[in-house]
């Protein structure tokens, strides 16, 4: 479903390249349920923008659904994210102006969909929003603005969701609940999906955790066990 192949990315930093992300290697299955972990300023948001196609590696390859996003251009990877990718930002980033469904309606109505508005009412009450349709972001809560942004993501029926950080700005429960949903969108839609987190607790929920540190892939749960013992536990 998704595979990275040796992925790098430097950003000109003061002129000179600063690697960010190096040689960053894994394959996900079709209805996967993974976390990239690591600490901040590792590379875990440059890494989810490259896999969704919203940037480019500096080298490497991202094959998303077949597909090798590297070989396209702008456009046609604009096309493709419209068709098979929802993503759902760290900071929401609803547009403040719209209600929350005209904000869950917005990408029907770029692919120019009919029942568009069917279609969003019936995903935020999904997401538990049925009664707060004509609110605007403001009125609403980070929770609900969170459940708003993932059923924005959602509304095209994707096969991949990427979230970056979803219960990063929520208490615990608020954060249970959005987890809970993302497990749902999974389960019963078989959408694969890649979050982004710093919490080990949601990490853990998942079945794959791939773990960055500086850049790379320190440690993969969905790799083989190396040939060789690790000298430390050989050691102990
Ligand atoms: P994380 O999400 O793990 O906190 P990021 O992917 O946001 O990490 O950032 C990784 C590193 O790349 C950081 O050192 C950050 O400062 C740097 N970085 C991210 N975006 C840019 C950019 N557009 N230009 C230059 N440096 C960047
Ligand atoms: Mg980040």
Redesign the pocket.
């Known amino acids: 479903m998704l595979v990275a192949r040796t992925l790098s990315k430097e ?3 003061g002129g000179r390249p ?1 690697a ?2 190096r040689d960053v290697s894994f394959a996900l299955e079709t209805g996967a349920f993974a976390a990239i972990v ?12 490259l896999l969704a196609g919203l940037d480019v590696p500096t080298r490497g390859q991202v094959v998303l659904d077949g597909v090798d996003l590297t070989s396209l251009d702008e456009d046609a990877r604009a096309r493709l994210r419209g068709e098979k990718v929802g993503f759902v930002f760290q900071s929401f980033q609803l547009i403040p102006t719209l209600t929350a469904l005209e904000n869950v309606t917005v990408p029907l109505e770029l692919r120019g969909e009919r029942g568009a508005e069917a279609r969003a009412r019936e995903l935020l009450d999904r997401v538990g929003l049925s009664g707060r349709g004509h609110h605007f972001p403001a009125q609403l809560s980070g929770g609900e603005q969170q459940r708003v942004a993932i059923a924005r993501a959602f509304v095209n029926r994707p096969r991949i969701l990427f979230a ?2 979803p219960t990063g700005n929520l208490d615990g429960a608020t954060g249970a609940r959005i987890v809970e949903l993302l497990e749902s969108l999974n389960r019963e839609d078989g959408t694969t999906i890649v979050l ?1 987190t710093h919490d080990l607790g949601l990490a853990a929920r998942t079945q794959r955790v791939i773990r ?1 540190a500086d ?1 790379v892939v320190v440690s993969d749960s969905g790799a083989e066990a190396p040939a060789e013992p690790l000298i430390e536990r050989a050691a102990s």
Do not use: I
């Not at 690591?38 to 948001?45: I, N």
């Open positions: 950003y000109l930093s600063l960010v992300l690591g600490p901040s300023g590792s590379g875990k948001t440059t890494l989810l923008g970056d950080e982004v960055l850049g």
